[in-house]
C-alpha cells in the first residue's frame, strides 16, 4: 500500500529524487507529519472547509457517514475498507479523500523510471519513505533491485524500528539510508514515539557494519530532544557507529498539523516551530569538536 509519490524532490537524499511514500509504520510519534501514513490500510480524510452544504452523495454511499446540521457525522471506525473503496471517487470537492492505494511494483517501477532523466543529469534517484518503508520490505527490496539494475541510485528514510531481517532484505540495493535516531533514553522515546529504542540501537549497530552510506538524522522536537545533554547522548551513539560519518539536525516544524484534523485525531506535540538556533549550532559545535562526525543543520 503507497499514498504518495513526490516528484523533483532535492530534500531526501542527493540530486533531484522522486519519492515513494509507503503507508504503514510500527511507531507512532508525537509529532509525525504524515499521521495518515501510521496505518497499513487506507485512511479516511475529510476537509469541512471543501464540503457542500447540501450534497449527500459520501452519506448515500456509505451509512456510517451522515449529515447532521448541515456538517457530516463519520464513524470512522465502523467504516471498512470495501466501503472506503467505494468511496474513493464519491466527493465532487475532495472534501473527503481516501489515502491509500495497492502498490503493484511493475505499475510503480515505471511511474519512478519516468523521472530517470533527471536521476542522471542530477545525481539523484528514488527514495522510499513513508510511514516506515520497511515495513514492506519485499517490495522496497524489489523496486530497489530493478531500479539499480536501472543504474537508478536508491535511499531509504526509516525510523529503523522494524525486524532487522527487513533490514537486512534491502541492504544490498539500497545506496542511502536516511536513518532516525530521535533518542537514547529507552523510557522518554516509549513515551512519545510508542516503541523500543533497544530495537533501533541494535538494528543501527548492524546496519552500519554493511551499508553503503549512513546519514543520521534527529528531528529536534520541543519537549522530547531539545537539551543539551539529549543532544550530545545521540551525537555519541552516532559517532560510535562503523563508517558513520554524517548527522542531520531537523528543527521541528509544525506543517503536519492540518493533516490531524482531517483525520479527526488530536494533536499532541507543540503547535510552534522549535526556535533554538543557538542550541543546534552549540550541537553542532559539540559534534565537531568531540567526534569525526560532519553535522548539518536542515532548515
Not at 497499513?40 to 472547509?49: A, V
Not at 534517484?125 to 513513508?130: D, K, L, M
Not at 528531528?219 to 560519518?245: K, T, Y
Request: aromatic share 8%; glycine share 4%.
Amino acid at each position: 500500500m503507497y499514498f504518495n509519490i513526490q516528484r523533483f524532490s532535492n530534500h531526501d537524499g542527493d540530486g533531484i529524487r522522486t519519492i515513494l511514500f509507503l503507508k504503514g509504520c510500527s511507531l507512532s510519534c508525537a509529532w509525525c507529519q504524515n499521521p495518515e501514513s501510521q496505518s497499513r490500510k487506507r485512511s479516511l480524510l475529510f476537509d469541512q472547509r471543501s464540503c457542500l452544504a447540501d450534497c449527500q452523495l459520501c452519506a448515500e454511499a456509505c451509512s456510517h457517514i451522515q449529515r447532521d446540521v448541515g456538517r457530516l457525522r463519520i464513524e470512522r471506525s465502523l467504516i471498512d475498507q470495501q466501503q472506503l473503496i467505494a468511496l474513493q471517487q464519491v466527493c465532487p470537492t475532495q472534501a473527503l479523500s481516501v489515502c491509500g492505494q495497492p502498490a503493484d511494483a511493475d505499475q510503480l517501477l515505471a511511474e519512478l523510471l519516468r523521472d530517470k532523466p533527471f536521476y542522471q543529469q542530477s545525481g539523484g534517484g528514488v527514495t522510499f519513505s513513508g510511514g516506515e518503508p520497511l515495513m514492506q520490505p519485499q517490495l522496497v527490496a524489489d523496486l530497489a533491485q530493478r531500479l539499480q539494475q536501472q543504474s537508478v541510485s536508491t535511499a531509504v528514510e526509516t525510523c529503523m524500528h522494524v525486524p532487522w531481517k527487513n533490514i537486512e532484505m534491502a541492504a544490498p540495493y539500497i545506496d542511502c539510508w536516511l536513518t532516525d535516531l530521535k533518542h537514547t533514553d529507552a523510557d522518554k522515546f516509549n513515551q512519545w514515539a510508542h516503541g523500543s529504542v533497544d530495537r533501533i540501537k541494535q538494528n543501527f549497530s548492524r546496519l552500519a557494519a554493511i551499508a553503503k552510506r549512513l546519514v543520521v538524522r534527529v528531528p529536534v522536537v520541543p519537549g522530547f530532544n531539545d537539551s543539551m545533554e539529549e543532544l550530545q547522548a545521540i551525537i555519541d551513539f552516532a559517532a560510535s557507529l562503523a563508517h558513520c560519518h554524517e548527522l542531520h539536525l531537523l528543527p521541528y516544524h509544525t506543517l503536519g498539523i492540518n493533516k490531524y484534523r482531517l483525520l479527526d485525531q488530536p494533536y499532541e506535540c507543540a503547535d510552534k516551530p522549535l526556535n533554538k538556533p543557538e542550541l543546534l549550532q552549540d550541537a553542532q559545535a559539540y559534534a565537531h569538536s568531540n567526534t569525526h562526525l560532519d553535522v548539518v543543520i536542515r532548515g
